[in-house]
């Protein structure tokens, strides 16, 4: 088990930068995968970043090129640096933690941090 708290969400105009910060409960070294979703007013939650451990990481069309996801395993911590930013990226984001135990799939959220762009 495990648990996530996100720090970093806020006011934005259009264009500038935040950075996401998602702090685990327990060493994140051995946790099949980390990543970010967001949720905008009507829609569906949906993947923004994932690292899948021993995989490559994943990105949405949408984010490509403008949000970078990182990871400091001493600091139990996985960012979200976002750059370039639009209004459509406007969304709650929540923390995702996924953990394998034989054949089962755990899954883990945080409680969300809402990022506005808007000028």
């Known amino acids: 088990q495990v648990q996530l708290v996100e720090s970093g969400g806020g006011l934005v105009q259009p264009g500038g930068s935040l950075r996401l910060s998602c702090a685990a409960s327990?060493?994140?070294?051995?946790?099949?995968?980390m990543g970010w979703y967001r949720q905008a007013p009507g829609k569906q939650r949906e993947l923004v970043a994932d690292?899948?451990?021993?995989?490559?990481?994943n990105y949405a069309d949408s984010v490509k090129g403008r949000f970078t996801i990182s990871r400091d395993n001493a600091k139990n911590t996985v960012y979200l640096q976002m750059n370039s930013l639009k209004p459509e990226d406007t969304a709650v984001y929540f923390c995702?933690?996924?953990?394998?135990?034989?054949?089962?799939?755990?899954?883990?959220w945080g409680q969300g941090t809402q990022v506005t762009v808007s000028s």
């Open positions: 995702n933690a996924k953990i394998t135990r034989g054949n089962i799939l755990y899954t883990y």
């Open positions: 690292m899948p451990s021993g995989s490559s990481i």
């Open positions: 327990r060493s994140i070294f051995s946790i099949n995968s």
